[in-house]
C-alpha cells in the first residue's frame, strides 16, 4: 500500500520559517516525481515546487523562488520542503504527491499519489 504522509506543519509569524516532511512508503520511487503543491481557503490546489528523487534540479513557482528549498533523505525515504520568509499568503494545507516520470510536473492531475496534507498558517 503506497502511503505519503507529511508533517511539519504550524503557526508562524511572517517572516518564519518551518520544514515540512513527506515520507513515502509501499513502492520504489526512485524514477517517480515528487512535488509539493497547496490549496489555500476558496482557491484550487496550486504547484509549489517539484524535484525526482534522483537528484534533478528541483523547479519551483515563482512566488516561492529563492525563499522554498526541496531536499531528499534517500535512505529515510523523505521529502522536505524548508520554507523560509514566509509570508500570510503562504497560508495554506500544503501536499506532496508522486507522479511518474514524463508527467507534467506541474499539472495536479498528473499525480498518481497525494498525501493527506498539512497545515501552515502564517500570521501578519
Known amino acids: 500500500q503506497v502511503q505519503l504522509v507529511e508533517s511539519g506543519g504550524g503557526s508562524v509569524q511572517a517572516g518564519g520559517s518551518l520544514r515540512l516532511s513527506c515520507a513515502a512508503s509501499?513502492?520504489?520511487?526512485?524514477?517517480?516525481?515528487m512535488g509539493w503543491f497547496r490549496r489555500a481557503p476558496g482557491k484550487e490546489r496550486e504547484f509549489v515546487a517539484a524535484?525526482?528523487?534522483?537528484?534533478?534540479?528541483?523547479y519551483y513557482e515563482d512566488s516561492v523562488q529563492g525563499r522554498f528549498t526541496m531536499s531528499r533523505d534517500n535512505a529515510k525515504n523523505t521529502m522536505y520542503l524548508q520554507m523560509n520568509s514566509l509570508k500570510p499568503e503562504d497560508t495554506a494545507v500544503y501536499y506532496c504527491?508522486?507522479?511518474?516520470?514524463?508527467?507534467?510536473?506541474?499539472?495536479?492531475?498528473?499525480?498518481?499519489?497525494w498525501g493527506q496534507g498539512t497545515q501552515v498558517t502564517v500570521s501578519s
Open positions: 504527491g508522486a507522479a511518474p516520470m514524463g508527467r507534467i510536473w506541474r499539472r495536479v492531475t498528473e499525480y498518481d499519489y
Open positions: 524535484t525526482t528523487w534522483s537528484g534533478g534540479t528541483p
Open positions: 509501499g513502492r520504489t520511487f526512485s524514477n517517480w516525481i
